[in-house]
């Protein structure tokens, strides 16, 4: 038997055998062939799903329910000598004119020159004038919406003190205005502009920053910052960001008492955070923690003085349970030393309730 003869009994004797290795050979090759080309398709969409929402933004700065100059903006371009862009987002809902249609998360955007440009649109957001505005493709067709048509934008309130803080009252807590479409902004317009890595387009509504600062009755505020750097050093742009601010970018307001010869610090959210009050102590650390509460009455021995303001300090040695009063309020009470005071005033409950 020559070996020709030997190789063709081989292969029929064993035929079953070498087409199921075949055949697994073939579907184990089909698959590892489709999970790369699943692989490198689904890489491909991702990247594509995150330049149709960022374009060319590489880093933000936000401050969530906190809002800061938008000067702030402008030193931290100049210390990083790059483009930044400033911005001013809110929470909206959105009624068509007939009201017949409603979008209740809507994206509200104030931007300003820059922010197009760092996204590389086709459309200038900032350019709309008082009361216009560049919305989403997919809100358009929601709403059933074309440029020159009006609908009705509703804003949750942005302001320098929390809108849940009791000190806020609930008719100021939106804002309405009826706005007219100036443009539909496509997908390649970048009118899937989102932070948020979601696989739902949300619903944007373009303004110009200046327009939603003075519907908002704020003054040249922000709460986001964006800007394009590709392959930066966040400790480099920290440490830029940290040369660009002031206390006045938080709200922080820094005078000069000269009844007492003291610098005051106080915020324009009423109440300092307190890691802001310990960063304050070991920079000052002869400085005087003070919280003032305004209260109702202050009474004794059947004499009140209404609407009084109570500190609470570490300027005195005073015991739990002991107050100090100035001379004028003593005379208003006939009140001496070793007399009990009762001290009235509101307390925050449950869902804002003052008790």
Partial sequence: ?????????????????????????????????GAFVIGDSL???????????????????????????????????????LMVSRTLVAEGMAISQEGMEQLNRVQVIGVDENFSKLLGSGIDYSSTGAGEVVISENMASRLKLQ?????????????????????????GQTVTRRVRVAAVAKDDDFGRFNLRVSQTAPYNVFVNISWLNSVMELEAM??????????????????????????????????????????????E?????????????????????????????????????PYSFVAATERYDIEAGEIKINAWLANDLDAKIGDTLIVRYFETGPRRELE
Avoid: W
Wanted: charged letters at 25%.
């Fill in 222 to 267: 922000a709460n986001a910052l964006f800007l394009s750097s590709e392959g930066a050093d966040p400790s480099t742009l920290e440490d830029n960001l940290r040369g660009a601010f002031r206390p006045r970018d938080v709200n922080l307001l820094v005078r000069h008492r000269d009844e007492v010869d003291m610098i005051e610090i106080s915020s």
């Fill in 1 to 33: 038997m020559n070996i020709l003869k030997l190789i063709k009994r081989s292969f029929f004797h064993y035929l079953r055998g070498n087409i199921l290795a075949a055949v697994g050979l073939a579907i184990a090759t089909a698959v590892i062939a």
């Fill in 43 to 81: 890489s491909k969409s991702l990247e594509k799903a995150v330049q149709l929402r960022l374009g060319g933004i590489t880093h933000s700065i936000t401050a969530g329910d906190r809002l800061f100059t938008m000067e702030l903006g402008e030193r931290f371009s100049e210390n990083s000598e």
């Fill in 269 to 305: 959210r009423v109440f300092i955070d307190e890691h802001l009050s310990e960063s304050l102590g070991k920079a000052y650390p002869g400085g005087i923690r003070v919280l003032t509460y305004f209260v109702n009455s202050i009474e004794t021995g059947g004499k009140d003085t």
């Fill in 147 to 171: 440029p020159g048509e009006y609908f009705m934008l509703r804003m949750k309130s942005a302001g320098i003190i929390p809108m849940n803080t009791p000190l806020v009252s609930d008719a």
